[in-house]
């Protein structure tokens, strides 16, 4: 194997590490050395590609956010009422929060850090504005408030907190599909042309 396909390797099995362990124990707790044993890398070559802990948590961003920005590309172009489409996106992100540990623990990583360059929200909130740009009968502002809070307290109950978990239970993903119920029961506007009624859960597109 060539120097630099092994390189890659070794870069991608620390960031694989890295993920793993930012998800189980933050950032705070999580070292350096935790991570090199985890991959089963030497220091040395930790450092070699990653100098600092935070340039491997930028790392491990920059990979859940990838990976959201890549389970969203369904809803860019997809003819369907805005509203739907947000509901799409909710349920895409908890999907992914749930099934991949770099998007777990890049979400978690822009709920422990303080860095600007570590927020996961910013990997899907484009595609939230865009999808609300032009919407009729829809407070834009106010939906994107709901869906950072509806994304906030999915994390959160992904890493343990035990007030989300005792409320809500172990089916998040059925919780998500309640909550737009309560949303869609108590949404003024106009009423949707037959057969376009947006509904909790996600639509057909994926």
Request: hydrophobic share 45%; proline share 6%; charged share 15%.
């Given at each position: 194997m060539a120097r630099q396909d092994r390189a890659e390797l070794t870069r991608q099995a620390l960031i694989a590490a890295a993920s793993a362990e930012f998800d189980r124990h933050g950032y705070a707790a999580t070292s350096l050395s935790r991570v090199s044993r985890a991959a089963g890398v030497?220091?040395?070559?930790?450092t070699?590609?990653?100098?600092?802990?935070?340039?491997?948590?930028?790392a491990v961003t920059e990979?859940?956010?990838?990976?959201?920005?890549?389970?969203?590309?369904?809803?860019?172009?997809?003819?369907?009422?805005?509203?739907?489409?947000v509901i799409d996106l909710t349920h895409t992100l908890a999907a992914l929060l749930e099934e991949d540990t770099a998007v777990r623990a890049a979400a978690r990583l822009a709920r422990d850090h303080a860095d600007p360059a570590l927020?996961?929200?910013?990997?899907?909130?484009?595609?939230?504005?865009?999808?609300?740009?032009?919407?009729?009968?829809?407070?834009?502002?106010?939906?994107?408030?709901?869906?950072?809070?509806l994304m906030t307290g999915i994390?959160?109950?992904?890493?343990?907190?035990?007030?989300?978990?005792?409320?809500?239970g172990h089916n998040l993903r059925e919780q998500l599909?309640?909550?737009?119920?309560?949303?869609?029961?108590?949404?003024?506007?106009?009423?949707?042309?037959?057969?376009e009624d947006p509904a909790p859960t996600p639509s057909g597109t994926f």
């Amino acid at each position: 194997m060539a120097r630099q396909d092994r390189a890659e390797l070794t870069r991608q099995a620390l960031i694989a590490a890295a993920s793993a362990e930012f998800d189980r124990h933050g950032y705070a707790a999580t070292s350096l050395s935790r991570v090199s044993r985890a991959a089963g890398v030497s220091m040395g070559a930790l450092t070699f590609h990653f100098t600092t802990k935070d340039a491997l948590a930028a790392a491990v961003t920059e990979c859940g956010s990838a990976a959201t920005r890549a389970g969203l590309r369904h809803l860019h172009g997809t003819p369907m009422p805005a509203l739907q489409a947000v509901i799409d996106l909710t349920h895409t992100l908890a999907a992914l929060l749930e099934e991949d540990t770099a998007v777990r623990a890049a979400a978690r990583l822009a709920r422990d850090h303080a860095d600007p360059a570590l927020d996961w929200n910013s990997a899907w909130l484009p595609t939230l504005r865009e999808l609300l740009t032009g919407s009729t009968g829809l407070d834009a502002q106010r939906i994107e408030v709901f869906v950072l809070l509806l994304m906030t307290g999915i994390e959160a109950a992904l890493h343990g907190s035990p007030q989300i978990h005792e409320l809500a239970g172990h089916n998040l993903r059925e919780q998500l599909t309640q909550a737009w119920q309560v949303v869609l029961h108590a949404t003024p506007g106009p009423p949707a042309p037959p057969g376009e009624d947006p509904a909790p859960t996600p639509s057909g597109t994926f």
